[in-house]
């Protein structure tokens, strides 16, 4: 994760990351980057991770499936929003190539405490560590956060306390559909970049328009994440299949046009974030 991020942060393009909700998601994002010759990161949302299997499973598909699929391209999977600084030691533990541990509803001292135990424990064991300042709003796989902006001296205080190799600072953006326009701190990410020398992360990645993405990696956001746009592909396109084939029940028909779908979402946010051709 270290070396995808640096130098998508150097040449000023960024690489995006995927939630996966099961094997297809899994085979789609693997596939479509190999397709694109594109670098590219798989998450796991904490609450996903027990609904999936858990870390084991989850770590032991992604690596034999990029070894099925011959997947050479730059390929990590990453604990998306871990809740606790146990979770993020059971990702380590399991295989997993880079945590982000979520404090952004602790004191900013205990975020950065547990920060890092997370940074001391993963990096002895080569894994990276990605933690928010603010909060991202919206809700994910059933975990409801308010919207609070980054204040721009914790950002400050985080990275330089604890040598995360990411910081996801919180300025407007939410996960889920936006309600109303986005409204993204511009001017603090400006002033972010100016300070920190560390790649920044975009959570609440679908519904942002090209132009503010663009914004977003000129200001040094060199992650962003995505999981609502796939998912809304996927299930428009299930809806539809069967309304329109009421007949149909077997499931590689009921899902196909679901993953032409998934593959064909994923290419053109490869493309959108300037991964494409990247690896
Ligand atoms: P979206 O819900 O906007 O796709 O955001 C996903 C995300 O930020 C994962 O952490």
């Known amino acids: 994760m270290y070396n995808i991020l640096n130098d998508a942060f150097k040449k000023r393009y960024a690489v995006p ?21 594109a670098p590219v990161i ?24 990029k070894e099925e699929l011959n997947v050479t391209v730059p390929a990590v999977l990453h604990l998306d929003h871990g809740q606790a600084v146990e979770r993020c030691f059971e990702a380590v533990d399991a295989g997993y190539d880079s945590v982000m541990y979520d404090g952004s509803k602790l004191s900013i001292e205990d975020n950065v405490e547990n920060t890092k135990r997370v940074v001391e424990y993963a990096h002895r064991n080569g894994v990276t560590v990605e933690a928010e300042v603010g909060s991202v709003g ?17 950002c400050i205080q985080l990275v330089q306390e604890t040598s995360i190799d990411s910081l996801a600072p919180a300025l407007g953006s939410v996960h889920g559909k936006y309600k109303g326009e986005p409204n993204l701190g511009f001017k603090e990410m400006e002033k972010l970049r100016f300070t920190l020398d560390i ?17 977003t990696i000129s200001y040094g956001h060199a992650k962003i994440n995505y999981n609502t746009e796939l998912n809304i592909a996927w299930s428009n396109a299930l809806r539809k299949n069967l309304m329109e084939n009421p007949e149909l029940h077997n499931p590689m028909e ?9 593959n064909q979402t994923i290419e053109k946010v490869i493309k959108r974030t300037g991964a494409y051709q990247q690896a």
């Open 42 to 65: 798989v998450g796991t949302t904490d609450k996903i991770v027990d609904q999936l299997g858990g870390f084991r499973l989850l770590a032991q598909t992604f690596r034999l499936m």
């Open 254 to 262: 009921v899902l196909q046009p679901s993953k032409d779908a998934l």
């Open 17 to 37: 990351q995927f939630n996966t909700n099961g094997m297809i998601w899994m085979e789609s994002i693997l596939k479509t980057a190999k397709k694109c010759r």
């Open 199 to 215: 790649p920044f992360v975009l959570h609440g990645a679908s519904g942002i328009s090209d132009e503010e993405l663009e914004k």
């Open 138 to 154: 919206g809700t994910e796989d059933g975990v409801y956060s308010d919207m609070l902006y980054a204040d721009l001296n914790e």
